[in-house]
């Protein structure tokens, strides 16, 4: 049985990626967290690590081509070509005694392939992790030109248990701040990187033990171990499936609450076999887990709204909380304040006026940040140390022109169908405005100086600098 790589969401507003290069072939034996393929997003250029160790069986997703966050890019498998041992079972099964040369094998998957098949989305480190130290998961590379990373924060704690995909880390370099998901399923057994530790990549970061197998294997031997094996294959759809029925029992009323479209359409159909509950009591914390990270961005809007995060379930990737979970919350709020309202509204009429005043006082409250200190990320510890060099080598000035830009406004109406399908981006404004200030510094080098000591240094090419949004 084969394994799929999938397309990774690296950031959180990215949904889809172009694979740029590929640096294994078909055929090629490959290690885990060894660069697999190369893939480009608006947010950034990086490599994408293995999740698994094999042979690459099948490439699924060319170069140059763009697909969605969570598409299969590549099959990875033994090298024995399991995955077609389903077509040769029908064969195999109808005449057992035929071709001795070639059936033996056959012969033999038709009694292996249903264990082969549960056992490997159970993905193949966790059998490891159940015999050993257990599988070690290490800084991976976020860039070209990244060597080093910090962890900013761990989303798992030592003991708890995490699934293939599921995130594990965040991690800031000088580039991007991301998160880590784990390449292998299993238990947290030790963490080896604290956070706002500073590592070279490929440094080990923690060791996922074997928590699931002997789990699996305690109850009964082979159909127990069939159970856990199945939902690990669709992550997103049938491992949560089986699990949320206890997890309405486990967490009654926080968590379940506010999520009411999602959370209770789950336990709905497996409501009658409650009795199994006991034994998936402990698949209650990846739901609060997954659902407990959300981007400053997010924090934001969501104090802004009035939202508690941890009453709330993410629908983004690994369970992360999106600005639209937000908005759906504060939306939902506001309806069921309006319903409630809605009831006392003929005695509280008079209570009306008063309530006016409450909307602009909301407008002038502190910020909770006052009188706090936060450590900086990475990303802002460059861009911090950038500006301050910037301050002291280049002198610092704002001037304002007024420029009649009709011409290049009717350019621009005129190449700009053009160049949309030649680059896949829409023409601007900016690159006139860019071009127009390389040909003023050429024409002016003293505005393009830096000073190195006691000396000007006037610099033969001009290199423009444009600030974006990471």
Known sequence: MSESVKMPALGESVTEGTVTRWLKQVGES??????LLEVSTDKVDTEVPSPVAGVVEKILVEEDETV?????????????GGGDAPEQETPASETPGETPDAKPASEAEPTEAPSTEQDQPTKAPTADDAAGEGQTVTMPAL????????????????????????????VSTDKVDTEVPSPYAGKLARILVQEDETVEV?????????????????????????????????????APAAPSAPAAPAAPAAPAAPPAPSAPAAPAAPAAP???SAPAAPAAPPAPSGGGYVTPIVRKLAR????????????????????????????????EKAAAAAAPAAPAAPAAAPTAPKAPATIGEPSPLRGTTAKMT????????????????????????????????????KAKSSFQSREGVNLTYLPFFVKAATEALKAHPKVNASIDGENVVYHGAEHIGIAVDT
């Open 143 to 170: 860039g070209e030109s990244v060597t080093e990373g910090t962890v900013t924060r761990w989303l798992k704690a030592e003991g708890d248990d995490v699934e293939v995909d599921e995130p594990l880390l965040e």
């Open 68 to 80: 969605e966050v969570g598409t299969e890019l590549a099959l990875i498998g033994d090298g024995s």
């Open 202 to 238: 490929g440094t080990p970061l923690a060791q996922i033990g074997g928590g699931a197998a002997p789990a699996a294997a305690s109850p009964e031997a082979a159909p127990a171990e069939a159970a856990p094996a199945a939902p690990p294959a669709p992550a997103a759809t049938a």
């Open 30 to 35: 490959i290690e885990v967290d060894e660069p």
């Open 304 to 335: 802004d709204r009035g939202v508690d995060l941890a009453r709330l379930t993410g629908t983004g990737v690994g369970g992360r909380i999106r600005k639209e979970d937000v908005i759906a919350a504060a939306e939902r709020a506001e309806k």
């Open 274 to 276: 409650a009795a199994p």
């Open 378 to 413: 990475r990303l802002r510890k460059v861009i911090s140390k950038r500006m301050v060099e910037s301050l002291q080598v280049s002198a610092q000035l704002t001037t304002v022109v007024e420029v009649d830009v009709t011409r290049v406004a009717a350019l621009r109406a």
